[in-house]
Structure formats: structure tokens, C-alpha cells
């Protein structure tokens, strides 16, 4: 048995799986939630397949054939390959894949400062926390926090947890990347100081599904931080659906150099401010960011936009405490854009909301102080 300090050892890419058994612990399959146990097959130097119990001395090992985490009651097996632990495949999510891989959107300043005003916390003030990242997507804020000392499982249903998994290397002993659908979580219930998901359950076919689920995830006295689209005024919002039943259609081969147009639209001032409040693309001063946010916006099948109220309500029925709405990175002097904002005028704007789980919470699950070590190699 592998204790809590040790990292599991073999990968098929670089001898070792340098996964942190403390995270690994918390996993749970995604279909009935029992933990898993951790199977590494081998091949011996007679090239017969072995999986019987793995010695501490990696150099024992042999070449490692597979991994992946077994479920004892079931059956079922889940692989883990480049350092991600596989539940799920991409479905509904594949453009997140395209688009995360294709283009280098962590900015390490600007991801703090962005990490801030949609959780309320301060990443500098984490270290040590257990946290869910409910969409990590390329691993941005993953990383982010890793690097400031708290522990993190990242979740993500694209192929973009290949470049969260890349992203994060060098924090590895504190981060967890698994290709997970949110709907079907696989991760402890009542385990995690802090779960947030920005900008990643609208696009869902569920999104109130979604929210119950990290919600549940939430331990007693914990928070939880949610970013959604804002939903605009009737004829915006049926513009934009319109332009989206044609682009969410189109191959990727025409749809990126629209987005690429766009991204030239989003760099002319004036325009760039005035015309993005009828039809949606970003004028962020980045190029790289311009065009992966227009492709954000138009490629994914789902999207939906919610309300101040609607978000809300859902913290209220889950049991939380505490709840606030969390105010835009722009505006904050009561002008004419927290106006436009509040009124639901600002195209691609969202809908932030931050809550805590009551202390007097109970889980019908192992929470994440529990001793017990769930996963061993067999």
C-alpha cells in the first residue's frame, strides 16, 4: 500500500506516474461513486503480464503495459494516459479540445486578476486549500493555484485537459488532471474547501445539473463560485441565437477564419465597443485571446444565459449561505457600463455568484480530511 506522501509510480510515456496519491485518493467513479484502486500492469523480463503488487522501488517495475483505476465492485476501469485520468470522452465538448490546444490563452498576471473578481478569493491566500477547478480547460487557473500552494483536481470534458496537463508539470505534486463530464463528477462527495467553475456549465446541456453536482462537492463550510452568461435583451438574444444556429454547424476550417474576421473587428476602436453590443466578439487587447474567445462563443453546441436571480436561486436550493453576487472585472464606478450591465445589454457579459456551504452540512461520502487510503496498486 502507497501512502498519502507518496506519489503512484509508473506512466507508459515516462516511467513514472507522477500523480499525487492524496488527490488520487478522492476520485470516485463517475457512474455508482465508489472509490477506485489504482491497477499498473506491467511485463516482466519473461514478457508475461503481471499485475501482481507493485514494490516501492521503481526500478522493479518493468515496462509498464497499462494504468488505470479499477472499480472493485463493478469492474470498470479507467485509463490513465500523458498524466490524465480518463472518465469520459470529449461528446458534446470537442471544439473546447480544438480550440484550448490550438491557442495559448494563460496569461499568468491577467489570470490572477481574473481568478480574483469571478471567485472573490484571493489566489495568494490558497495555499493549502483542496480545490475542484470545474472546467479547467487548458489548466490556467489550475496552474495559477497550484503555484500559490493549494492542491487542485482539474475536470474537463475536452482533450484540452492534454494542454491542463502540460500546463501544470512542474506543480504536479499538487494537481490532478481528470477528462471528466461535470454532470457525472468523479470526485468526492463534501471534499473541497473551494469549488469553482467560470464560464464552462452554460455549456452544458444541463447547467442547473451541472451546479447540484459541484455544489454536492462542496465541503461543510467551504465555497463555491460560479461565472455563467448573462442573458441579454429578447432581440440580442435572438440574434444571437440565429448567427449560432448557422456557426455552431460550421466546419472548423470556415468557422476560425470568421473568428479571425471578427478578431479584426474587435481590434478598430469605436467599432470595437459599439457593434459588439449587436453581434458578439471580444475586443480584448490580446489577439490570441480575441480570436479563442469569438470561437468560444460561436463554435460550442451548447450555450445558455442566465439571470442574477436564476443563479442565485440555485445556491439558495442547495442549502447555501452567505450568497453574493460578485461584480464585474469592468465598471465598479456606477457608470454608464454598470448600468448597461445590470440592464443585460453587454453581450458575453456575465453572472457571478459566490456562496457557502453551512458548517452543519453532512456527507454521505469520505470527505477529503479523512486518513483512510483508498487507492493502492494491485
Not at 478569493?121 to 486549500?129: E, F, H, N, R, V
Not at 442547473?208 to 432581440?235: D, E, H, I, M, S
Not at 448557422?246 to 473587428?265: D, K, N, S
Not at 453587454?346 to 455568484?353: D, Q
Request: proline share 6%; glycine share 8%; aromatic share 8%.
Amino acid at each position: 500500500m502507497i501512502t498519502s506522501s507518496q506519489a503512484v509510480q509508473p506512466d507508459l510515456e515516462s516511467g513514472t506516474l507522477d500523480l499525487p496519491n492524496d488527490l488520487l485518493d478522492l476520485l470516485r467513479d463517475p457512474v455508482d461513486e465508489q472509490p477506485l484502486r489504482l491497477s499498473v500492469g506491467t511485463m516482466t523480463q519473461a514478457n508475461t503480464q503481471n499485475d501482481s503488487p507493485v514494490p516501492s522501488n521503481s526500478d522493479a517495475l518493468g515496462h509498464v503495459e497499462s494504468v488505470s483505476l479499477f472499480n472493485e465492485r463493478t469492474g470498470a476501469r479507467y485509463a490513465i494516459r500523458g498524466g490524465v485520468v480518463r472518465f469520459a470522452g470529449e461528446a458534446y465538448a470537442a471544439s473546447f479540445g480544438r480550440q484550448w490546444n490550438r491557442y495559448d490563452v494563460a496569461r499568468p498576471e491577467e489570470d490572477a486578476v481574473v481568478f480574483q473578481v469571478k471567485t472573490g478569493q484571493d489566489p495568494t491566500a490558497l495555499s493549502g486549500w483542496l480545490c475542484l477547478d470545474g472546467g479547467c480547460g487548458g489548466g490556467r487557473y489550475t496552474r495559477l493555484l497550484a503555484e500559490r500552494g493549494a492542491r487542485v483536481i482539474g475536470l474537463d470534458l475536452s482533450t484540452a485537459v492534454d494542454k491542463a496537463a502540460a500546463l501544470t508539470r512542474d506543480h504536479r505534486q499538487r494537481v490532478l488532471i481528470a477528462q471528466a463530464d461535470l454532470l457525472h463528477p468523479p470526485v468526492a462527495r463534501e471534499a473541497f474547501d473551494l469549488v469553482f467553475s467560470l464560464g464552462v456549465l452554460h455549456h452544458t446541456p444541463d447547467p442547473r445539473a451541472g451546479f447540484a453536482q459541484l455544489a454536492a462537492r462542496v465541503k461543510p463550510g467551504g465555497l463555491l463560485a460560479v461565472w455563467l452568461y448573462r442573458r441579454n435583451t429578447l432581440p440580442q438574444e435572438w440574434l444571437n441565437s440565429g448567427l449560432r444556429a448557422v456557426t455552431t454547424r460550421l466546419p472548423a476550417q470556415i468557422l476560425e477564419p470568421f473568428c479571425i474576421a471578427l478578431g479584426v473587428l474587435g481590434s478598430i476602436p469605436l467599432i470595437n465597443r459599439v457593434l459588439n453590443k449587436v453581434v458578439n466578439f471580444s475586443n480584448h487587447p490580446d489577439w490570441t485571446l480575441r480570436v479563442c474567445d469569438n470561437f468560444d462563443w460561436y463554435a460550442p453546441k451548447y450555450q445558455s444565459h442566465h439571470t442574477p436571480e436564476e443563479l442565485q436561486s440555485w445556491f439558495e436550493s442547495e442549502g447555501f449561505e452567505a450568497i453574493e453576487e460578485l461584480p464585474p472585472q469592468k465598471g465598479g464606478g456606477g457608470g454608464l457600463y454598470d448600468w448597461a450591465h445590470r440592464h443585460g445589454l453587454i453581450i458575453g457579459s456575465g453572472v457571478n455568484v459566490v456562496g457557502r456551504k453551512p458548517l452543519e452540512s453532512h456527507a454521505t461520502a469520505t470527505p477529503s480530511h479523512s486518513k483512510t487510503n483508498l487507492c493502492t496498486i494491485f
